[in-house]
């Protein structure tokens, strides 16, 4: 843990609070689930990207690019990151550079070469609740997350949670009422919709999986997330709390634009800290 992390621990599980960029390869450690690096000041131009994604100026069509090197990821934000007349020259420039530098962090924590980039521009929805990411059996388990822009991320302590089981059956009916509020949606039924809404709506306020269900916290807009998927044959089970962090995105709010990226390879070995990685 680095000197200006804070943490809270359940079932050996940690989720460390860091001012020090450093502190996000803590997340090798096998107790830590999470590690969030909050830094003490943003550079100047993250409110000048805020303004620009408020005004429909710097927009990023949801976009997946799997198995990508550096060099190609750097190549596709060169070609697709969104020009305007109305911002400076050097905010394109300086947003590219800062996602090129979560790539390697990625690849100094995992040893990957190859990245799954997921980049967007969206409002926020009510679609998806509290839930974990998953990873096929055997993958790399690291994933990170940077807002750049609108409300932050939500996620709950571990201590909080009764038992997987109580939310796993949160997410199941979640689920359901999402899937049945689409339908209804596109069968022009107004009043089914309405009252799908709102009985989803009790179901994120009463968070029946949490012993204090008001007690949610916050990843600001800006802060650098490093956390553990699930890997997906343990989904649905029983599982410990310390495997999965539970998290959501924002519901109202702001336009967020957001990178997550994560290794798009199978595991490599690897030295503490992800320094001298060498592949089989």
């Not at 860091?18 to 999470?34: C, F, H, K, N, R």
């Not at 962090?105 to 521009?121: C, D, E, K, Q």
């Not at 998953?134 to 932050?152: F, M």
Request: aromatic share 8%; net charge negative.
């Amino acid at each position: 843990m680095t000197a200006n992390a804070v943490s809270t621990r359940s079932d050996e599980a940690l989720i460390l609070l860091t001012d020090e960029e450093q502190g996000l390869y803590e997340i090798e450690s096998p107790m830590v689930q999470a590690v969030i690096y909050i830094p003490r000041s943003l550079p100047h131009w993250f409110e000048e990207l805020a303004e620009a994604v408020r005004k429909g100026e710097f927009r990023v069509p949801r976009t997946v690019i799997p198995r990508a090197s550096r060099d190609e990821i750097d190549a596709w934000l060169e070609n697709n990151l969104p020009t305007s007349t109305h911002t400076s020259t050097d905010l394109r420039s300086l947003v590219k550079t800062d996602i090129l530098t979560l790539v390697d962090h990625v690849g100094m924590i995992s040893g990957a070469t190859r990245f799954m980039l997921r980049i967007l521009t969206a409002a926020p929805n009510t679609e998806c609740g509290f839930h974990v990411d998953t990873v096929p059996p055997g993958a790399n388990p690291w994933g990170l997350l940077r807002v750049y822009t609108g409300a932050g991320t939500e996620f709950v302590d571990p201590a909080n949670v009764t038992s997987m089981a109580d939310f796993y059956r949160y997410l199941s009916r979640r689920e359901r009422l999402t899937r049945e509020r689409r339908v209804a949606s596109d069968d022009g039924d107004k009043n089914s919709c309405e009252l799908l809404q709102r009985e989803m709506e009790q179901l994120d306020s009463e968070r029946t999986f949490l012993r204090r269900p008001n007690d949610i916290q916050v990843a600001p807009a800006g802060s650098i997330t490093v956390f553990k998927h699930l890997d997906v044959s343990l989904h649905w089970s029983n599982h410990a709390k310390s495997m999965a962090w539970i998290h959501s995105s924002p519901m109202a709010g702001d336009t967020r634009f957001l990178v997550n990226l994560s290794p798009d390879e199978p595991p490599h070995f690897r030295s503490r800290r992800g320094r001298g990685a060498t592949a089989h």
